[in-house]
């Protein structure tokens, strides 16, 4: 498919046009009359998904998030030290051994939203977490234990084989995770593309149309959009059963509804609801800013150097002997 992919992207990036700014307030558009999303944005951000279990708010003062910041800048400072060379590898299973703070870019300041300081994108349950099920709290921790089978490369996860981005980064919905949290997105009439860095995933959202056969469950799922005002409302259903897991448990069962709206030259409000009757004891939604960046986004070449999948099943065929 991946060539299929290329040539579609080659088709979106001839017909790119650049929008002008109307007068006043007017958002800005593409030659044809639709809001122009187009450029290159970023979510990095200390903020997460979900709110930490001892924060009880979902806004913090300046103060606050100052204080915040500087002791997350403390911490990533002192995860930067040169490492000992004589430490020798972990004997704990339970010893997490993995990048220095080097490699990862996660962001170094929390998400503002209209002037507010947000603690978590989720803004609905008011205490900033995923509402499970028994149902899918249970599904949530049978997806984990998957990650710690190594019987073989097919039941890996998905980002650890290259296929997509981990966490979630390509969605839906979108989320920032340890670094490569840029987005390129592009427009033709009929057509949204977004291009994720990490793992040069492209998700292509056609508007209007119908949604494919419930059998056909693409990565990333299958996105429909339209546009109200100046607002670009995308739904996507049919999602992998391969990409349930990320940070979170979602089922293929469940419609994730996105909305992206410029509400600066600088900035887009990126919105989203989940919905699923049998995952989750309610919709819950969650709003994050994406923010222009500048320029180009490089390849991710995950298959690179990527001796992590080899020496995991090596490593549990050694541990069997």
Request: glycine content about 8%; charged content about 20%.
């Amino acid at each position: 498919m991946r060539p299929i992919a290329r040539f579609l992207f080659a088709q979106i990036l001839i017909a790119l046009t650049v929008g002008a700014q109307a007068a006043g307030n007017e958002a800005l558009r593409t030659s044809w009359g639709d809001p122009d999303l187009q450029g290159i944005w970023t979510n990095a951000s200390l903020t997460q998904l979900e709110r930490a279990t001892n924060v009880d708010k979902l806004v913090l003062t300046p103060a606050e998030g100052a204080t915040y910041e500087r002791i997350a800048k403390e911490r990533m400072a002192r995860a930067n030290a040169p490492s000992d060379p004589n430490a020798g590898a972990p004997t704990d299973k339970n010893t997490r051994a993995g990048y220095n703070a080097f490699w990862i870019d996660p962001g170094s300041t929390l998400g503002v939203i209209n002037g507010q300081i947000r603690t978590s994108w989720i803004i609905d349950p008011p205490d900033g977490r995923i509402p499970y099920t028994d149902e899918g709290r249970r599904k949530l921790t049978e997806w984990r234990m998957r990650s710690l089978n190594f019987d073989g490369p097919e039941i890996r996860m998905p980002g650890e084989r290259c296929i997509v981005g981990f966490g979630s980064t390509s969605g839906p919905p979108m989320l920032n995770v340890l670094y490569n949290n840029n987005y390129q997105i592009v427009q033709a009439p009929g057509y949204v593309t977004i291009l994720v860095e990490m793992n040069h995933d492209a998700r292509i959202i056609r508007l209007g149309g119908k949604h494919l056969p419930e059998n056909m469950t693409p990565w990333m799922g299958d996105a429909i959009g339209h546009w109200e005002g100046n607002t670009l409302a995308v739904e996507t259903t049919n999602l992998n059963p391969g990409q349930s897991l990320n940070r979170f448990y979602i089922p293929p069962t469940a419609k994730v509804t996105e909305r992206f709206t410029r509400v600066a030259p600088d900035q887009i409000l990126y919105q989203f609801e989940v919905e699923d009757a049998s995952a989750y004891q309610q919709p819950w939604r969650a709003e994050m800013p994406l923010r222009a960046t500048a320029g180009p986004i490089y390849e991710y070449a995950c298959h690179e150097g990527n001796y992590a999948l080899g020496n995991v099943l090596s490593g549990a065929r050694a541990e069997e002997k």
